[in-house]
């Protein structure tokens, strides 16, 4: 009889793809299957991020009641960027962890179970063109790696330290893995890497030199792919030739996450991004000029380490210039192996909580009036998720979640959808 195997991710979307990569292949080689409910399951898997502190903290807490509830017998496992940077002391803290697999080593999660104790976390070990077993989590959306680590030195982020240096996946490998995707129903593509449009930046072994824009009109040319999404891009890599292929490609989607992280050119230095207030607002600019409706989002962090009451009014310029349709925001948090974790002028706790606080009150405000300006719109949908209550969900081009009433029989297809109402977190409208 089949084992059973219960799964938590945390974090990413690389996380979320990891996940997959381990599931297929602990399916493949142990026979495991999928549960929901942890306390049946014969081997609990872990899968963590370390970008902040409070996930961190959390892992111990639920490494606690997995322990005292699991099945007798049951095996634990931690994996992912926490397990890259805490390895053994996982265990040291929690030694009824059976083992430690690194999110730069997903590719020897067999292995790793049947070793009692295993830490496998080097973060040098070249997985790039591993031909992990087929497991996806969407029938109608295939997430596909493109390329792995980071080569970004940001002061405040820890990634690099657990995901190590980038590696550009083969481009014939990932066109046969989206080919593939596409073959099986998945009509979106979903292309993943910390850093997508520096893709090609360094290849393990002879590879041809193939840049992100021209990966980009290879993968649209497959047959019976209808749309393409990425992330995250960088706004330092993202040159004219770049944006001009986002714009004129019909099978990209027009929603681009362009991660700020602050609006402040003093602080951008700080944090080492590469680009300037003026870089990022023109390259905004450049891009509403080709999409008018362009679907933005981004990532801000706010009371980084010297960030003054004019750094963040910058930030808040920006906002309010761009008028993103999603922000992801957060405190800056202080990590372990950052240079940032170094810096003594750090801001106030309070004062953080007030900066945060303002800047999501402001997006609440920009946000309200974007959906406002839905009203009327007619958008093509990509149906994916049945909801509980009648409705069925999906995505418009430039990223709104859109729900209409209706069935599964929506699942997996496209339609036009007039938006009749609207509300922050989604729109509804009705099939024409
Ligand atoms: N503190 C707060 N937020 C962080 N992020 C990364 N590192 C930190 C940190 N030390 C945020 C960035 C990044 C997102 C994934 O998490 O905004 O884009
Ligand atoms: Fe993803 Fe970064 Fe979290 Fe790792 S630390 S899971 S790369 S967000």
Not at 66 to 75: D, H, L, Y
Not at 323 to 337: D, T
């Amino acid at each position: 009889m089949s084992k059973k195997l219960y799964i938590e991710t945390l974090g990413c979307a690389m996380n979320v793809r990891d996940s997959e990569h381990m599931i297929a292949e602990l399916n493949e080689k142990d026979d495991y299957v999928l549960t929901t409910d942890s306390k049946e399951a014969d081997l609990i898997l872990i899968n963590t991020c370390s970008v902040r502190e409070k996930p961190v903290q959390k892992l111990f807490s639920e490494l606690g009641v997995f322990n005292k509830s699991k099945k007798e017998g049951a095996k634990i496992g931690v994996c992912g960027c926490t397990a890259s940077h805490l390895g053994k002391e996982i265990i040291k803290r929690a030694p009824y962890v059976n083992f430690v697999l690194g999110a730069r080593n997903v590719s020897k999660i067999s292995e790793v179970l049947h070793k009692d104790k295993a830490v496998e976390i080097d973060i040098n070990y070249d997985e790039s063109d591993f031909a992990f077993k087929d497991f996806r989590s969407s029938a109608y959306k295939a997430y596909i790696n493109i390329s792995i680590g980071c080569d970004k030195s940001c002061t405040f982020c820890i990634v690099p330290k657990t995901r190590g240096d980038e590696i550009s996946i083969p481009t014939d490998l990932i066109l046969k893995e989206c080919q593939k995707a596409v073959e099986s129903g998945a009509k979106e593509l979903f292309l993943l890497g910390q850093n997508v449009n520096n893709y090609g930046r360094r290849f393990s072994g002879e590879h041809e030199k193939v840049n992100f824009t021209e990966l980009l009109r290879r993968i649209s040319k497959i047959e019976g792919l209808h749309r393409i999404r990425f992330t995250s891009p960088h706004p330092f890599h993202m040159d004219d030739e770049f944006l001009e292929e986002f714009a004129s490609n019909p099978k990209i989607c027009k929603s681009m996450h362009m991660p700020l992280q602050s609006g402040s050119s003093k602080v951008l230095k700080e944090m080492k991004r590469g680009y300037t207030k003026e870089w990022f607002l023109n390259r905004v600019e450049k891009l509403k000029s080709m999409i008018p409706d362009v679907g933005l989002s981004t990532d801000i962090i706010v009371a980084f380490p010297g960030e003054s009451d004019e750094d963040f009014a910058d930030t808040m310029d920006v906002v309010r210039k761009v008028g993103f349709e999603q922000i992801f925001s957060f405190k800056y948090s202080p990590r372990p192996l950052t240079e940032a974790a170094e810096f003594t002028n750090v801001v106030d706790e309070e004062i953080g909580s007030e900066r945060l606080f303002a800047l999501q009150e402001l997006h609440n405000e920009i946000l309200d009036q974007k959906v406002q300006e839905q009203l009327g719109r007619v958008y093509e949908v990509y149906f994916e998720e049945l909801r509980a209550d009648g409705y069925v969900a999906g995505r418009s081009d430039n990223n709104y979640l859109v729900k209409v009433k209706g069935s599964e029989e929506l699942l997996g297809t496209l339609a036009d959808v007039k938006i009749t109402k609207v509300g922050r977190a989604s729109l509804v409208g009705e099939i024409l």
